[in-house]
């Protein structure tokens, strides 16, 4: 299967130097020329544009930054849906709307391709080791052919049902995250001004019911004071305004969700859109006149799992 990659970002360049690791045949489009000269020096293919990536393979995959990018990659004159032709399919990888994905899946169907949406979760670190969990919506048979491709970048695999439940679930799960990440901002302060050892508040937590994958990984370089989560603050207000306006869409009355996309549009505005998502914490350390340092934990987190093949869920 000959794999077309477009966004090598900071989630997009790890999954897709997975599959250059594990030997695919991969052709590649992102916008910044040094990116791609690095996977071509690893054996990688480029495309001049979308549209010749497209026609020259088999699977599509977008990892973009927002939904408005995706779609002008999708639809521009050189862009993938001109490229496309029966039985090729596309794996929209970014974490994106429902129906946007729906809406460009239809464009997608009627080339005679199969649009699946595929988000991945788990943290950056991981996606660099092909270690992350990658959720798939679409057609079953689609998902079933390119699992050998899934299973490589990523270490579980679910499919979640049809086009754009995948999507769904990923905003679900980054709400989550992100919510649990300003609340660590308040606890952090708390054990700061209560003279608490931070080493040992990290170890409580991290044994204890209050416990959490984002406690276990931001609280490191939160501690460590680099901040570097690779997820920047704009991507988390744009996946937390996501699932606050599904939310609303489907009249849940949410209580919380606004307030947690409040919180980061005040740190987007305070710190920048390009600032390391974990720096929401900082909003803390300033307004307390402190800060959470503490000795012993990395400026980057780095997956010291062994890579192996993943497997479906």
Not at 62 to 88: D, F, H, R, W, Y
Not at 110 to 136: E, M, Q
Request: charged share 25%; net charge neutral.
């Amino acid at each position: 299967m000959k794999i077309g990659f477009i966004g090598l970002g900071n989630v997009g360049g790890k999954l897709a130097g997975s599959l250059i690791r594990n030997k695919f045949n991969l052709t590649i489009k992102d916008l910044d020329k040094k990116i791609e000269k690095s996977f071509v020096d690893k054996g990688a293919n480029i495309a001049n544009n979308a549209k010749e990536l497209t026609e020259s393979v088999d699977l599509i995959i977008t990892c973009l930054p927002s939904p408005q990018i995706c779609a002008e990659v999708m639809e521009a004159e050189n862009g993938v849906i001109n490229g496309l032709s029966k039985n090729k399919i596309w794996l929209e990888m970014s974490t994106t709307d429902e129906n946007e994905v729906k809406r460009l899946g239809k464009l997608v169907s009627a080339k005679g391709a199969t649009p699946l949406d595929g988000p991945v979760s788990g943290g950056c670190h991981r996606a660099a080791t092909g270690n992350i969990a990658v959720f798939v919506g679409g057609e079953r048979e689609a998902f079933e052919k390119i699992l050998p491709v899934l299973t490589v970048m990523g270490r579980k695999v679910l499919h979640t049902g049809e086009l754009g439940s995948a999507s769904v679930l990923k905003v679900i799960t980054n709400y989550l995250a992100s919510t649990h990440l300003a609340a660590l901002g308040e606890a952090w302060a708390v054990a700061k001004k209560s003279n608490l050892d931070l080493v040992k508040t990290y170890k409580g937590i991290a044994v204890s019911s209050g416990n959490s994958f984002v406690h276990e990984t931001e609280s490191q370089v939160i501690l460590n004071g680099s901040y570097n989560i690779n997820f920047t603050m704009g991507l988390v207000v744009k996946d937390t305004t996501l699932f606050d306006d599904l939310a609303n869409k489907l009249n849940v009355h949410p209580e919380i969700s606004p307030l947690v996309v409040k919180i980061f549009k005040d740190g987007q505005k305070k710190y920048g859109s390009r600032a390391w998502s974990s720096m929401i914490v900082k909003r803390m350390e300033d307004q307390n006149n402190t800060d959470f340092r503490a000795d012993g934990f990395p400026s980057e987190l780095v997956d010291n799992e062994p890579e192996k093949k993943g497997s479906e869920i």
